[in-house]
C-alpha cells in the first residue's frame, strides 16, 4: 500500500496540471489577451464622477468635460516638434521633459503627456491630431463646483502618483483621484468603473477592429451620487461671517448627528485647483504657512477649550456627588489655591450651580473639581474616573467621522501626571486649572460642537457624520449607532437651565434673538506662543458653545475665534446669527450681522507674523473676490435659465389657448 501511494499522488498531481493547462490554454483565453497586448491597442473609457448635493437637494459640484493629450513614446515617429509645440503652447525643452518622463513610464503604454487642455486647445489639436503619431486624445471629466465654498468639506482630484498605481491596479497613470475631505473618503463610490475596450492591430501598427469581437470590452459605469448633510445657505453664511478672521464654525444636528455645516477660515474658492494652473494654485495654498487655507481648523486644530469645559465639569462632579445643585462655595472674585490665585469675572458671594453657569464662576467650577479629585483615595483614581467620564463623551480620541482628517485633542489622565511629576507628590492643586477648561486639555471645535450635542440630547449622541444619502448605497451603520455618556439624565437639567440663562442674564446677555430659546456658554481661552524659547502671552481666543431651542434642539454649534478676544466679542454674535439663520433662514439682528461681516482681526495676525501675514491676507482677498464674481456668474446663469423656462411657459400657454379655442 505504501508503494503504490508516491505513484498514486505523482499521477494524480499531474492529471490536475493537465487540466488547469487545458482550461488555461483552451477554455480560458484571458492570458492570451495579455500575452498578445503588445498587438492590442488598449482605450479606457472614463466615466463621471458622482454628483454632490446638500441636505436640501442644492447641486454643489457637477462636472466638465476635459481633454488630455497621451503619448505612445513607440509610436512616435517622425512629426513636426516644432509644429507640435506652437500648437499646444509648449517649449522644445518642455516636449523633450515631458517625452522622457513617458519613456520612464513605459515605452509602450500610453500616459499623460499634456493634461487638462480647454475646448479650444482640444479643437486645434484634434483638426491636426492625424500628423502626430503616438499621440491621441483622451477624454475625461473634472470637477465643476457650482459654489465656491466649502473646499475644506469637497477636497479635491489630482492625478495619481506611482505610490498609488503600485499600491492600487485599478489607477494607471493619468487617472484622477480624491484628495482630502469626501472626494477622498467616498472615493471608490463617487470615481464609478473605468470602461476598457481593446482594439487589434495588425503587423503594420494599424487599427483592424476590436479584439475578439469586443467579448472582453467593458461600459463605463457612472459614480454614484451622493447627498450630503452640509446646508449649504448656512456653510456660505458662516464662510462669510468669518472673512478675516481665522479659526472655525461647527454646526451639528443633535438628533441624529449629521453636520449641517463645517467652516475653516481663511479658506479658497474650490474652483482654482481645477483645470491648467491647479498645480500653481495648489502651490500657492500649501506653502502659505501663516494663513494655512489648506488645513481645516475645525477638524486638526487642537485648542484650549476654556469655560465651555465648565459644562463637563460640573456634570462629572453632579454624576459623582461631588455636588449637588444646590451646594454653595464662596467666591471672592476669584479662587486662591496654595501660592497662586486664579481671577474670577462673576459678582462673588455664595455662588450656586446655576449662578455658576451663567456667570461663568472660576472659583465654583475649581472648588467643585478639586472637590470630585480629592473623593477618591488618590488623586491618581480621581483623574482616571474625572478622565473616563469624558472620555464617553468623544473626547480625547478620533471622532471617526467620514472625513479623511482630524486629531483627537487632549484628556490628560494619571500617566500624563506621573510623567510630568516624575518625583511623585501631585494633587488636585497641582491640576486645578482642568476645571476650567485650561491646563492640559485640548479639544477641536468638532468635539466641541459634538459635546454640545450631547449636552442638548441630556446624555448621547450620534458620530458626526457629513453623508446624509448614497444612489444605489448603504449608508455605514455605525453613523446610526447611538453613544450614550457616563453620566446620568437627570443631571443634565440644571446644566441647561443654567446655560438657558447665560443668554438671559448672563456672560451673553443681549445676543439673543427674539421667539428663539438659545442656551450657550461663552469661552475666553489663554492664549500663549513660544519663541525662541520664551512664552510670550498673546491675545485670547474667543469661544462660544449653544444649541437651540431649549426643549427640541435642532442644532448645536462651536465657533472659535483665534486671537477673538473674549467669548461675547467674536464668537457669541457669530453664534446667534447661525442659529438664526438655521432655524428662521433670516437674520433679524442685522446690527450683529453688519458687524461680523465686516470686522477684521487682521491687526491681531499682523501682529504675530508682520512681514508675512500681508501676502496672506492678499491671497485671501483674491479668494473672496473670484467667490463673488463666480456667485455673480452664478445668479446670472440661473435668472438666464429662468427666463428661458418662463418663455417656454408663456408659449405653451398660447398654444394650449389655442387648441382650446
Known sequence: MRKALLPTLVIVAGILLLIRLFYLQIIDDTLKLKSENISIKINY??????????????????????????????????????????????????????????????????????????????????????????????????????????ANIFGFINQVNEKIIENNPYYKSGDLIGKQGVEEYYEEILRGQKGVKYIQKDKFNREIGSYKEGKYDTIAKQGKDITLTIDAELQKYGEELMVNKWGGIVAIEPKTGEILALVTAPSYDPAILVGRQRSRNYTSLYH???????????????????????????????????????????CRRGFRYGRKFMRCHCSGGGVRLHRAIYQSCNSYFSQSYMRLINKFKTPSEGVDAWSNHLKSFGLGNFMGYDLPTGKKGNIPTSKTYNKLYPNGGWKSTN????????????????QLANFMAAVSNKGYYYTPHIIKKINGGVIDKKFRTKHVTTIDRKY???????????????????????????????????????????????????????????????????????????????????TTLMIEKYLNKKITRVEFEKRMLNGSLKGQYQKLYPRKVQDSIARVKDSIDRIKKKEDSIKKAKKENKDILSDKNKTKKKDTVKLKT
Open 431 to 446: 491640576i486645578v486649572s482642568n476645571a476650567i477648561g485650561q491646563g492640559e486639555v485640548l479639544l477641536t471645535p468638532m
Open 45 to 150: 473609457t472614463y466615466p463621471e464622477r458622482g454628483y454632490i448635493y446638500d441636505r436640501n437637494g442644492e447641486l454643489l459640484v457637477a462636472n466638465q468635460p476635459s481633454y488630455d493629450i497621451m503619448v505612445v513614446p513607440r509610436d512616435v515617429k517622425n512629426i513636426n516638434v516644432d509644429e507640435f509645440c506652437k500648437l499646444l503652447g509648449i517649449t522644445k525643452e518642455e516636449y523633450n521633459k515631458k517625452m522622457e518622463k513617458a519613456k520612464v513610464y513605459s515605452p509602450m503604454l500610453p500616459s499623460v503627456f499634456l493634461s487638462q487642455l480647454n475646448k479650444s486647445e482640444y479643437a486645434a489639436f484634434q483638426e491636426k491630431e492625424r500628423r502626430f503619431s503616438g499621440f491621441y486624445i483622451q477624454k475625461r471629466s473634472l470637477r465643476d463646483y457650482q459654489v465656491a465654498n466649502g
Open 288 to 330: 502659505d504657512s501663516i494663513a494655512k487655507p489648506l488645513y481645516d481648523r475645525g477638524l486638526l486644530a487642537e485648542y484650549t477649550p476654556g469655560s465651555p469645559f465648565k459644562i463637563l465639569t460640573g456634570l462629572i462632579a453632579l454624576q459623582e456627588g461631588a455636588i449637588n445643585d444646590s451646594t454653595t462655595f464662596f
Open 492 to 574: 443634565f437639567t440644571p446644566i441647561i437651565e443654567g446655560m438657558f440663562d447665560v443668554y438671559n442674564k448672563g456672560t451673553a446677555a443681549g445676543l439673543g434673538v427674539k421667539g428663539i430659546e438659545i442656551c450657550g456658554k461663552t469661552g475666553t481661552a489663554e492664549n500663549y506662543l513660544r519663541v525662541n524659547g520664551k512664552r510670550i502671552k498673546l491675545q485670547d481666543h474667543s469661544i462660544f458653545v449653544a444649541f437651540a431651542p431649549k426643549d427640541n434642539p435642532k442644532i448645536a454649534i462651536a465657533v472659535f475665534v483665534e486671537n477673538g478676544y473674549w467669548g461675547a466679542r467674536w464668537a457669541g454674535p457669530i
